[in-house]
């Protein structure tokens, strides 16, 4: 897999004693999602336990949840996908900039794997996705992505972490904040 880039919260301090960093690999029509948080032990962080049978659920980005946006740098559609630690997923299509999301098929749920290990002290949890990319962006030329992290604490707050934040405000949205290419 490719290099690991560290992701940083918008929020100034972000959660505390949190390190985010993610990695991907396109390895021919399928996307390869990595992400890698330590944390203090003592941080409560919302981390939903795994669901039996996980399945497609709108609104996970207001818990803590793992996201990738991707595009091709000649269209204006992209695609969104989030996916929480219980396993819970969706996978949208938007026209444009913050258009409508539209569910889009995806064949097999992401979540591959996901592993916690845990001292007195640290945290540290791992989850890797994997996803077959829509046929649109197999032949769209070059492509662009953002690697992003929702991370909700159990007394509700919440921290926006990316690759780089160029606004004013938290939006994994913005293009121009899509630095990888797979």
């Known amino acids: 897999m490719h290099r690991s880039h560290p992701l940083h919260a918008f929020e100034s301090g972000g959660a505390p004693a949190v390190e985010l960093s993610a990695k991907m690999q396109r390895a021919d029509t399928k996307l390869q999602i990595h992400y890698l948080l330590h944390h203090a032990a003592d941080l409560n962080l919302s981390w939903p336990e795994p669901a039996g049978h996980p399945e497609r659920r709108d609104g ?3 818990g803590t949840c793992f996201e990738l946006f991707i595009g091709s740098l ?3 559609s992209y695609w969104e996908l989030n996916v929480c630690p ?3 997923w969706n996978w949208y299509r938007l026209q444009s900039y913050r258009a409508a999301l539209a569910p889009a098929p995806l064949a097999m749920a992401p979540l591959r794997h996901q592993s ?11 989850m890797e996705m994997e ?3 829509p046929g649109e962006l197999l032949c769209a030329g070059p492509l662009q992505a ?3 992290v929702v991370l909700r604490c159990d007394d509700g ?3 926006h972490w990316a ?3 160029g606004g004013g405000e938290a939006d994994f949205h913005r293009r121009d904040d899509w630095i990888l290419k797979p």
């Open 60 to 62: 996970l980005w207001e």
């Open 74 to 76: 000649q269209q204006a």
């Open 86 to 88: 219980s396993g819970q």
């Open 116 to 126: 916690l290990q845990r001292s007195e002290q640290r945290i540290s949890r791992s």
């Open 131 to 133: 996803l077959e990319l």
């Open 146 to 148: 953002g690697l992003c």
């Open 157 to 159: 707050a919440i921290s």
């Open 163 to 165: 690759l780089q934040h």
